[in-house]
Nanobody
Framework: QVQLVESGGGLVQTGDSLRLSCAAS????????LGWFRQAPGKEREFVAV????????FYADAVKGRFTITRDNAKNTVYLQMNSLSPEDTAVYYC????????????????WGQGTQVTVSS
């Protein structure tokens, strides 16, 4: 069992940076790949990025590749999403999620979810 709590969202301007954090609890934290998804108003939830249990492997959505960086600190049970060069199209609720095996963008393969944190980028 893994519990996830996101933080770090807020209101920023176009071109700004923001770092999201997701604190995880649960004895098997290090066995899970951790990902970020987002959901904009009126749109379906979409994959953003995922990092392997060791942190050695990452995978990004094309829309954020080169701007966002996902990392994890297993000693702190935390995964981060560094977001640079933000634009209004990045406005969404960002969710942290965990999956037991593999890496990938398929939402149903993630068994644990946080409550989300709002990111709003003004133009």
């Amino acid at each position: 069992q893994v519990q996830l709590v996101e933080s770090g969202g807020g209101l920023v301007q176009t071109g700004d940076s923001l770092r999201l954090s997701c604190a995880a609890s649960g004895r098997r934290f290090v066995h899970y790949a951790l990902g970020w998804f987002r959901q904009a108003p009126g749109k379906e939830r979409e994959f953003v990025a995922v990092v392997s249990w060791s942190g050695a492997s990452t995978f990004y959505a094309d829309a954020v590749k080169g701007r966002f960086t996902i990392t994890r600190d297993n000693a702190k049970n935390t995964v981060y999403l560094q977001m640079n060069s933000l634009s209004p199209e990045d406005t969404a609720v960002y969710y942290c999620a965990a999956r037991e095996a593999g890496l990938g963008p398929v939402m149903k393969e993630y068994g644990y979810w946080g409550q989300g944190t709002q990111v709003t980028v003004s133009s």
